[in-house]
């Protein structure tokens, strides 16, 4: 079963990209086959997790700031440019953006890239 996706162009994913959308909880609602392989995840775990268990700002700026910027995009403001990594990771990075998706107060993050650079888990 899919899911219908409405976001605007600049973020919008193209077929096969990888996503994440979270809901107003900060939660995953759902997550993308795509995002799934690459990180070596199981879709139906990870749903209702806390995206910030998941991905934290690369920049060492801390949880809190991902869940700020989540919130200001899902509330209309613009597509913003993520560099993730996962909580305590050091080194390895991950690419991103993050807009607002038609579902009440959700945000995507859409990562870049189809290969691989880490094994994204849930702590």
Known sequence: MGLVL??????APAPGDQFLIVDSDLRVASISVATAD???LDPDAIVGVP????VEPADGSGPRALSETLIRVASG?????LVLRQPGEFGSRLRARAGRCERPLASIIVFAGR?????????
């Open 51 to 54: 995206v910030v268990d998941l």
């Open 6 to 11: 409405r976001a605007g162009a600049d973020i």
């Open 77 to 81: 403001g613009d597509v913003e440019r």
């Open 115 to 123: 290969r691989p650079s880490a094994t994204l888990r849930a702590c």
């Open 38 to 40: 690459r990180f070596g």
